[in-house]
């Protein structure tokens, strides 16, 4: 069933204050389900789930779903519309609050664009193969930018240290209804793996800190150096060789003194570790 069809059986009233866009282009819905490669042993989360439209080709797929759905009026048209599908969980929930409990290896959503970044932090911390996300065109242009740019941020940073990102596909505003404000993109978001952090170490470290936000930055810089060598180089590693280490960075004292370090603080770790290569094992 189409989602004017759905809207207009259900009486539903869309609020774009809510971030309640659907995507209608079937074929955008499925050119999303193909980027991630999908098996019948996969387990799929759909963040987002509104009102079922990309929910009913991802059942198709018979891979196993898990649909999450903060709106309590969606989430009873969910489990109407498809009470007969086996292969489906319905969670009736806050995805920001829920996603660290939920077991899945792929996801394919059209995320609310207001959550994007939060959402993005939390999969730092997770494990899993790939995400395929709509996310607004802006968003990627930030999360892929690059240092020097004007759109670079710490967002930008700690996506390159946790992810490879890439692109998939542009859709218009006019691919969704309600129509958003910008256009969008269809990207795939990879973890980065051991050998990737091999030859960019530098990416590992920024990961191993980002995983330490509590900490002062020569703290966190210590744990990370540490862990590089031993979990990527298989080396050990001790205290006194990661503050030695850190010590030869020359970073200024006053920056591993942060808590947050600022933008420009991180391009002068980057800049360091970069220079200082040869160092990273011993």
């Not at 540490?226 to 010590?247: E, G, P, Q, V, W």
């Amino acid at each position: 069933m189409r989602l004017t069809a759905i809207v207009k059986k259900y009486g539903i009233i869309l609020d774009k204050e809510k971030d309640q866009h659907f995507m209608i282009s079937d074929e955008m819905m499925e050119k999303m389900i193909k980027l991630a490669d999908l098996a019948g042993s996969d387990v799929v989360l759909e963040i987002g789930s509104g009102i079922g439209t990309l929910t009913r080709k991802l059942l198709a797929t018979n891979a196993k779903i898990i649909a999450v759905e903060k709106d309590d009026v969606f989430v009873k048209i969910l489990r109407k519309e498809f009470q007969n599908y086996k292969n489906l969980k319905i969670i009736n929930g806050n995805i920001l609050k829920l996603i660290g409990d939920i077991k899945f290896n792929k996801s394919i959503s059209n995320i609310p664009y207001s959550i994007a970044e939060a959402l993005i932090t939390r999969l730092t911390r997770l494990n899993f193969d790939v995400c395929v996300f709509s996310v607004p065109l802006n968003f990627f242009q930030i999360i892929t930018s690059k240092f020097g740019s004007k759109k670079f941020s710490t967002l930008s940073l700690r996506v390159k240290s946790f992810f490879s990102v890439e692109f998939g596909f542009y859709v218009s505003k006019e691919m969704f209804y309600p129509q958003p404000a910008t256009d969008s993109v269809v990207i795939s978001l990879r973890p980065l793996k051991i050998d990737e952090y091999k030859e960019n170490p530098e990416k590992y470290i920024l990961r191993e800190v980002f995983l330490q936000p509590k900490k002062k930055l020569k703290n966190a810089l210590r744990e990370a150096v540490i862990n590089l060598n031993k979990k990527i180089y298989n080396k050990d590693f001790t205290k006194r060789m990661a503050k030695s280490f850190i010590k030869d960075l020359g970073i200024d004292k006053e920056i591993l003194e942060k808590r947050n370090p600022g933008i420009s603080d991180w391009e002068t770790v980057l800049e360091r570790i970069r220079l200082h290569k040869s160092l990273f094992v011993r």
